[in-house]
């Protein structure tokens, strides 16, 4: 079975601080994708960014970081030098490539809010 | 290019209803999904859709029935509404199996 946790339910911190977001996933594939969603106070789902299972490089975007360990199994996500416009809940994802037949189903964490104040 | 819209945005229904929430893509995407959100529950999926004509169930699919006439379409329809139905539904598409899901604006439905 896949599964992802966010052991974070909120975090709040105050402006121009670091903040790790921590994803850990579960699975038996080896094939598999993950992925980071923002849903900001406005309530859209925003699409960050999509990692495959081959590739650990860590990647920067910006004020954004993300860390993939497969031998921890987490993918974790930093923003540096937080913004109020940073506040959201944050969802990491989870899509197993299933070669049975099964389609690509994204796996959700249950989200981290991350409140940042000014 | 609008990506995904869903209509309608908001509504309210009594127990016993019934009501269809249209989704739209102007992507040309193949893959379609219709997702609830419930506070600390994250998204779950009800069914997809992997091309026009196609549908499947998903994680919670019971209530619900979809239809996927065209493909830029994907229908969510509750034939009888149930307060357990109230929720956040979003719908959204993606290319293909392995690629990013684009998601609608969500439409908050309450079940009285």
């Known amino acids: 079975a896949q599964k992802v946790t966010q052991a974070q339910t909120e975090i709040s911190v105050v402006e121009k601080e670091d903040v790790t977001l921590d994803c850990v996933y579960e699975?038996?594939?080896?094939?598999?994708?993950l992925f980071w969603y923002k849903q900001p106070p406005s309530g859209e789902l925003v699409f960050l960014i999509r990692r495959n299972s081959f590739d650990e490089q860590n990647e920067i975007s910006g004020r954004y970081s993300w860390n993939f360990q497969k031998s921890t199994s987490s993918f974790n996500f930093t923003i540096t030098a937080s913004q109020v416009v940073d506040s959201a809940v944050y969802f990491c994802?989870?899509?197993?490539?299933?070669?049975?037949?099964?389609?690509?189903?994204?796996?959700f964490g249950t989200g981290t809010l991350l409140a940042v104040q000014p | 290019n609008a990506g995904v819209t869903q209509t309608p945005k908001f509504r309210v229904l009594k127990t016993g209803q019934s009501m269809t929430l249209l989704c739209a893509q102007d992507m040309n995407h193949e893959y379609m999904y219709w997702y609830r959100q419930d506070p600390g529950m994250g998204l779950r999926l009800i069914h997809y859709s992997v091309g026009e004509g196609t549908t499947a169930k998903g994680e919670v699919p019971d209530g619900y029935n979809v239809s996927r006439l065209k493909k830029q379409n994907f229908l969510l329809g509750l034939e009888s509404a149930a307060p357990s139905q109230t929720s956040v539904y979003f719908c959204?598409?993606?290319?293909?199996?392995?690629?990013?899901?684009?998601f609608g604006p969500g439409t908050r439905l309450t079940v009285t």
């Open positions: 699975t038996r594939d080896t094939t598999y994708y």
């Open positions: 959204a598409s993606s290319w293909a199996r392995t690629y990013e899901q684009y």
């Open positions: 994802a989870l899509s197993v490539v299933n070669y049975g037949g099964a389609t690509n189903k994204l796996i």
